[in-house]
């Protein structure tokens, strides 16, 4: 069972269900496929602090990227946790990976113990105690956890969270090659993003973004603890750093290998540009956080203002692939 834990959790499991199936694609290529990359400000007086997530909803990507690549994608919920065990062992016992949605707080090897329900891992083998799990390169790769924390994982309630979600990926076909699936997922991609229902959502949420970063040091309880939090979140779970922009990027690259057009490399260059500022703007969060100074906030919103206008750039130069 090769195990590449790569940065994100649900392009990591489903390297592993793809591979098994022959198709060995690289990260930012599972992602762009999936038409990943997404932006949401989320506040809401229920919230200790707001929320910046880069991408789209968990298991959209799952099931984006199984329809673009023609794949049968098997879904299985279930309130039963008897059930539940019984969906995940009679493929593994088959000789097939499994994904699960879990809450990753109750995992054994988890380093950061907070509640996240939107967790996604790949399952590929079980013994008396311990599950057997492929997760990111950062919680470890090939990892293990006992069967009772992830039997918790899955039961767990609350945000983001689905009901002992698990699933599995056919290749009826067998492997497929990315080539002419790409145009497809990057103007999904676009569209979506450039035409956001609500206005936290796409170009608009970070366009509102700016606008509120400013008022961060008023927001929170402790913003000395909160802004350098809400930092940390951007770059590190906002996976490779600058909420996904890298991985978007590096996908648009490898795509420019394939595709010859002026449009995708403008897409590239402007998310190139993307990426490094979204890296300045949560260096200027923390700073904000530690220093109390709310001109670095300033600073920040100005430089969420530029990314706006890139991002949709890049956005309208793609969507015309």
Not at 75 to 81: D, P
Not at 277 to 296: P, Q
Request: charged share 20%; glycine share 10%; aromatic share 8%.
């Amino acid at each position: 069972m090769a195990a590449h834990g790569m940065q994100h959790c649900e392009t990591t499991a489903l390297g592993v269900l793809l591979r098994h199936e022959g198709i060995d694609f690289s990260e930012p290529m599972l992602f762009g496929l999936g038409s990943g990359l997404s932006f949401i400000y989320w506040d809401s007086k229920a919230m200790g602090f707001p929320f910046l997530g880069g991408r789209v909803r968990p298991f959209e990507l799952t099931r984006n990227l199984a329809a673009v690549l023609g794949l049968d994608l098997l879904v299985e919920e279930t309130t039963s946790a008897r059930k539940a065990w019984q969906n995940v062992a009679v493929h593994l016992d088959a000789g097939r990976p499994v994904g699960l949605q879990l809450d990753s707080y109750h995992l054994d090897y988890f380093t950061t113990k907070v509640h996240f329900g939107g967790h996604v891992v790949a399952m590929y083998g079980y013994d008396e105690e311990d599950a057997y799990l492929v997760d990111t390169a950062p919680q470890g790769g090939a990892v293990t956890t006992g069967l009772a924390a992830l039997a918790r994982a899955r039961a767990e309630r609350g945000p983001m969270t689905a009901r002992h979600r698990s699933f599995t990926i056919t290749a009826p076909g067998g492997p497929v090659p990315p080539g002419d699936r790409i145009v497809p997922a990057i103007k999904t991609c676009a569209d979506a993003f450039l035409n956001p229902p609500i206005a936290n959502l796409g170009h608009r949420g970070i366009e509102k973004t700016a606008k509120q970063v400013p008022k961060w040091l008023e927001r929170g309880d402790d913003p000395r603890e909160d802004l350098p939090r809400a930092a940390a979140l951007m770059e590190r779970a906002g996976t490779g750093g600058a909420l996904f922009r890298n991985l978007y990027r590096d996908f648009l690259a490898e795509s420019a290998q394939l595709i010859d057009s002026d449009h995708l490399r403008t897409g590239h260059g402007l998310y190139a540009e993307a990426a490094t500022l979204w890296t300045e703007v949560a260096a200027l969060v923390a700073a904000a956080g530690e220093s109390g100074d709310a001109k670095t906030l300033t600073q920040a919103g100005a430089v969420l203002h530029e990314l706006s206008r890139i991002e949709r750039e890049a956005m309208r130069a793609l969507s015309k692939l």
